[in-house]
């Protein structure tokens, strides 16, 4: 599976549990890491979760295994590892605080639905 499908359902994931600001910073041109973050952050541990569950749910039916989880129920930043995405789930605090996306400016914002 491409990287940018996997992305996409990655994205379709955190929609259906209402995630806010749902961003794609696409990296292939900077890092060898990976080819896409996605990024969004929910309003406290328990939705959290759920975004977590539903985007390894969506991408293991499609095809793609979670290469390794940082994070657990109680935390505030969760990172899934894809191999081509890493999929960046915060609460709204912890996502001000890292600010990854000024982090990874170098990186070309894509919108989901340009995917």
Known sequence: MESHE???IACDALEEKKAGGIQVID???ISVIADYFVLADGENTNQIQAMQES??????KAGAEV???EGNRKSTWILMDYGDIIV???SKEDRLFYDLERIWRDGKLVEPKDL
């Open 67 to 69: 290469k390794q989880i």
């Open 88 to 90: 960046h789930l915060f």
């Open 27 to 29: 990296i292939r041109g």
């Open 55 to 60: 985007v390894d749910e969506m991408l293991y």
């Open 6 to 8: 996997m992305a996409k």
